[in-house]
């Protein structure tokens, strides 16, 4: 009838029903405990925040096109997060006084930006924030890079199915000024350009590198160094690879992390120096997963103390069809382990008695709302997939005892209640 | 200096730093726990919603006064969800016809309303919705009340802390209509006024009551009904009590779980009969902690289904200070359980590689980023909350061995690395 509200959700956001919630919730649980293994301690903010720290340093994509802004009723301008990365920025120079640097911060928010919706883009996604904050050195590299493959090991997924692929934009301005002849004012253009480098035709990018002011000698160049791999990094002067925290990285034991790439760029203005994105391999899926990077400057817009940041989000957009993709999805989990089902209305307040006893034990059980018969009700446990009922009927109870069935054998046994808890432990083990 | 941007919250919204937000998992992660052993199943939703279904039937306060709303780029009118119940609804309405009725869900989300923030009111608050679809059954009621009871007790309540005040709708219009002689036309408002009948003088009430066109006999009778308890019920006719699920409740085993209190009211239009509080005891916050009701119609706003819901909300922020006022809040965790350290910086690898062992065996590790005395970094993990430092120098590690010293009992062994994990999970038993 067309006078009923609409039930679809707002386009480009979702309704997560119980099922995907437990696949959804099981792939979270696992990633959370790998980070809080490696001594990350979770926080959260409010969504709302002053639409201003976007416009600030998210860059111009964002805060002129996509960000969600609002007015309260006090005339305050807001915008709904599209990232969280300035809001902990915010949070650490509010509480600078009282930490003790370096920390370790994740957290799990949703996001909102006003996007087309397609594959992989939606306009409220949920994402893991990993960040530490306090320290230069390139262990705080190392340590998220190996926190990134131990996440991706948790949720089932190997080596040979993603890629790490890191830059350094010290690296890259290095490139770009000492090798390829780029000046200042043009590096923003330039590294525009090569952020859209595999996305586009080598026609195109030649056209729009000519707008920016490159010859063909230095497009020549730009691409000679693009496709060059680490060999780049032996033309650059010894004072750019030592401000390079990367450069130090593949030098070490830890380069087997990561993959040096100067084709990762990363849209956000607030990035320094190290930045990266973790690639799907799969030929049929050859798209960023998640990427993050090193942030030095950003609790500055808050704060006058220097508090350098590196970190990361993981969407769960591109996770989730990643993992789907990959087979990787872990099943729903059962909506119940056992069903009390009593046989006539007046054994409800036994079963409920009895369903008391076992959830105390731990079992998820449910009891029927309404009276149906017991076909029924079996059935709908079945459904459910609890592994077990138990059935409360009046000469039984009178007895002192209830019929448990397992479900998945369809054996049957009378118990003493009592004994009950312990009969049912066993059937779940 | 004054070229910065504020780092406080967007007033009425809270940052959560990691000890207090180790807090509110705890407490919430019990409730997530016994909410499941009833078999509920979580869900999820976005936070934007289309703003006219608030409009239909949350109240006049709600969509007037506190609705968050925006526009976005392609002219929708939105609003910030202030309360889950609508949304909840419409995804049930959308998938009526896959679900199999009756559903227990439950969510755990973030609700924002426009209001002057004081004691117990915020602007974003985090509430559990636990919420029953598809039964009119007062083993509905009887199996909320009792969850109710489960979770307060699984967050070390007791039931002389708190009382759960319940009405019916059903009942209240036949005391008002058979008993107090209110016509149908000022029901509503002689509601509103009961809502109010607590926080208001008798004088002010009595004032009030006139203006709605109670007489002074009348306004009598309401006072005496609404102080007379159950005994009032007595007075009601037949037809009234049989169609009152409460009223059911109150003659059976279950009436332990439930005070009948014509008091309760609740401000959401869309409740039809059971409405109940839960109040803190304590007379120095005698308090609304959380509340809920049935609501048969709400669906029918999004399908020609009927659908009947039950259920309830419990923000965090009455909850949490209901907690704090009673002694019941959890100590926030230890933010890692062991810290590896390196006495020099060329041995971070084997530092990282013994850290690596012990995340695997499950241990909450870290390892230092910036190169300090070992002092420092012993009182750092003190600080931290480990109960276990791990030492890794270069002799030791020459000979395949590392220190661990229990911080607790300041008791020191060298141990052989193969061995350390179960060194570890002794010392951390």
Same mark, same amino acid.
Not at 279 to 291: I, M
Not at 385 to 404: F, L, M
């Given at each position: ?8 959700? /707002? ?5 997560? !029903? ?13 990633? #959370?405990?790998?980070? =809080? ?11 709302? =925040? ?17 960000? /969600? ?36 911060? #994740? ?54 199915? /993603? ?10 301005? +290095? ?24 996305? #586009? $035709? ?6 729009? +590198? ?19 791999? =680490? ?16 450069? *130090? ?13 100067? @084709? ?5 203005? /607030? ?5 990266? =994105? ?13 990427? +993050? ?7 500055? @817009?808050?704060?006058? *103390?220097?508090? $350098? ?18 087979? !990787?999805?872990?099943? $729903? ?39 149906? *018969? ?43 209640? $009592? ?11």
């Amino acid at each position: 009838m067309s006078q009923h509200l609409p039930t679809a959700p /707002y386009r480009g956001t979702r309704d997560f !029903l119980p099922g995907e919630m437990s696949v959804r919730q099981q792939v979270f649980h696992r990633l #959370y405990e790998v980070i =809080e293994r490696f001594g990350f301690v979770r926080y959260d903010g409010p969504i709302l =925040e002053s639409a201003e720290i976007y416009e600030a340093k998210s860059g111009r994509e964002i805060a002129d096109l996509q960000l /969600y802004t609002l007015t309260d009723r006090g005339g305050r301008r807001l915008a709904l997060r599209p990232e969280m990365t300035p809001s902990v920025a915010r949070m650490i120079a509010a509480n600078a006084n009282k930490l003790q640097f370096p920390v370790r911060w #994740y957290c799990h928010v949703n996001c909102h930006r006003y996007e087309r919706p397609q594959r992989g883009r939606v306009r409220e996604h949920w994402q893991i924030n990993v960040d530490t904050f306090g320290s230069d050195s390139a262990n705080v590299e190392i340590e998220i890079f190996e926190l990134i493959h131990e996440m991706m090991s948790a949720v089932g997924a190997t080596r040979d199915m /993603y890629v790490l692929r890191a830059n350094d934009r010290i690296l890259l301005e +290095g490139i770009l000024t000492g090798i390829v002849g780029v000046p200042a004012g043009r590096l923003k253009d330039v590294s525009s350009l090569i952020d859209r480098w595999e996305k #586009y $035709p080598r026609e195109q990018l030649a056209e729009d +590198g000519a707008g920016m002011g490159l010859s063909d000698e230095q497009f020549g160049r730009l691409e000679a160094s693009l496709k060059a791999g =680490e060999e780049i990094l032996g033309d650059l002067p010894a004072e750019v690879i030592e401000r390079s925290q990367l450069a *130090k990285i593949l030098q070490s034991p830890a380069r087997d992390l990561v993959t040096f790439d100067p @084709l990762i760029v990363r849209a956000f203005e /607030y990035y320094t120096s190290t930045v990266f =994105e973790v690639f799907d391999r799969d030929p049929a899926n050859n798209r960023s997963l998640f990427g +993050g990077g090193r942030y030095s400057d950003l609790v500055g @817009l808050f704060s006058d *103390k220097r508090i $350098p940041g590196f970190g990361f989000g993981m969407g769960d957009v591109t996770l989730f069809d990643f993992l789907d993709t990959h087979g !990787l999805l872990p099943k $729903p989990r059962p909506e119940a382990d056992v069903a009390v089902i009593p046989t006539d209305e007046s054994l409800y307040e036994a079963a409920r008695t009895v369903a008391g006893q076992l959830r105390q034990a731990g079992h998820r059980t449910t009891v029927p709302l309404e009276p149906r *018969k017991l076909g029924k009700e079996l059935g709908r446990a079945d459904k459910a997939g609890a592994s077990a009922v138990v059935i409360v009927g009046p000469e039984d109870w009178s007895a002192g005892n209830v019929v448990v069935r397992h479900l998945v054998t369809g054996e049957q046994q009378t118990v003493n209640v $009592p004994s009950l808890p312990d009969t049912i432990r066993d059937l779940l083990a």
